[in-house]
């Protein structure tokens, strides 16, 4: 966990302000884009595979279509549309703790990942309960589904242990001055971690559970799926490359603002690389169950590898010892604590003593209750 001292400066009315309405506008552009991503990774796999497919704004007129037309009234379909209303809910708060392209101003309250991935995951699974629902031809696949979401949180345990405890905006302004080829490749693989839960939804070749709901319902459902694969593909993008990031309150407004406008061009190009890698997993031809437990080891051991990579940035920094003056000894003395010493190193290996004094240090440390500081850079 990296962890360093927050900035003294307060948050300013002026930057809060304009953290707000950055907020709304970065929720509001996620709304919208999610229905367009997804038309364009089906378009492109459709592309892959010689099938010919519908423009992406063509998930949109779906939408739209979809909010026209009048819902069946049967018990299964209305506690279905409960469900749907709030994994939309959760969805689009998910979609409000993302960021786009700015980061949160300095004192700003901001959630952290775990309250992000734990949103985003409470909204699959509720989106799964309108097919669990249905006969049995249905259920079976949504089951398997609702099992491979379960763990997903799980499997994200070594890349929630990376952010600890700190906010994710502060996260990533620690992280932003990282280079992607050196200091910050363990996060550009935290990055591909988080991607792979937008992998493999329960989909294949274009092919997606059918949704058994009508009317508005059906419209919220498909739309409340396109901003839960959208928020996790950002989320990945973010980590991955998050010196694209404009931070407020480090310059003035207009240099603040250009910064937006390169970030959005940022996201676009994260986005474009995101739908043609998410239409090329859809032609693995892979069962159910196997894609799920594929899709959870895949996140896990990525997550694990990167945890383990980013270990020299993450390492505590033992406290500095204070010199004090001592007597000198005399020369007896110090070739026999020389030689002490010696034998002490010749019987110990130097990368086993390494790692058994700083593991044994982070457990005194963590027993005692002091508060570790974590070497940055």
């Known amino acids: 966990m990296i962890n360093t001292v927050a900035p003294t400066q307060g948050l300013t009315w002026g930057w809060g302000l304009l953290g707000v309405l950055t907020l709304a506008c970065q929720t509001t552009l996620l709304l919208v884009v999610a229905p367009l991503l997804s038309g364009w990774i089906d378009r492109l796999a459709g592309r892959l595979t010689g099938e010919h ?37 959760l969805a689009a708060l998910g979609a409000v703790m993302v960021p786009v392209f700015s980061l949160c101003p300095a004192g700003f309250p901001a959630p952290g990942l775990l309250l992000v991935c734990g949103m985003l995951v409470l909204a699959s699974l509720l989106l799964w309960v309108p097919l669990v629902l249905q006969p049995r031809t249905v259920v079976v696949p949504a089951y398997m589904a609702i099992v491979a979401d379960v763990f997903l949180l799980p499997a994200l345990v070594p890349v929630l242990v990376m952010v600890g405890g700190q906010d994710f905006s502060e996260f990533l302004v620690h992280i932003r001055t990282f280079s992607p080829l050196q200091q910050g490749a363990p996060f550009v693989l935290m990055g591909v971690a988080l991607f792979g839960v937008a992998a493999w939804r329960g989909q294949q070749a274009g092919q997606a559970l059918p949704c058994p709901l009508s009317g508005p319902d059906r419209g919220l459902w498909l739309w409340a799926r396109d901003c839960i694969q959208l928020c996790w593909v950002t989320l990945a993008g973010d980590v991955a490359w998050p010196g694209a990031l404009a931070l407020p309150g480090d310059v003035g407004v207009e240099s603040w603002l250009t910064a937006c406008l390169l970030a959005i061009a940022a996201w676009g190009l994260k986005l474009g690389l995101a739908a043609l890698l998410l239409a090329t997993t859809q032609l693995v031809v892979l069962p159910l169950p196997r894609r799920g437990r594929v899709r959870l080891a895949a996140v896990f051991l990525l997550g694990l590898l990167a945890w383990q990579v980013a270990y020299p940035v993450l390492a505590p920094i033992p406290p500095r010892r204070i010199k004090r003056h001592r007597p000198k000894a005399s020369l007896h003395f110090m070739g026999q604590r020389t030689a002490q010493h010696h034998d002490t190193c010749h019987h110990i290996s130097p990368p086993f003593s390494v790692v058994h004094c700083r593991t044994w240090y982070w457990v005194f440390t963590c027993l005692r209750g002091d508060h570790c500081r974590c070497h940055v850079g």
């Open 53 to 89: 497919r519908p423009w992406p704004m063509a998930r949109w007129h779906e939408i739209r279509h979809q909010f026209r037309r009048p819902p069946l009234l049967e018990p299964a379909d209305r506690a279905g549309g409960f469900v749907t209303r709030a994994a939309f809910l």
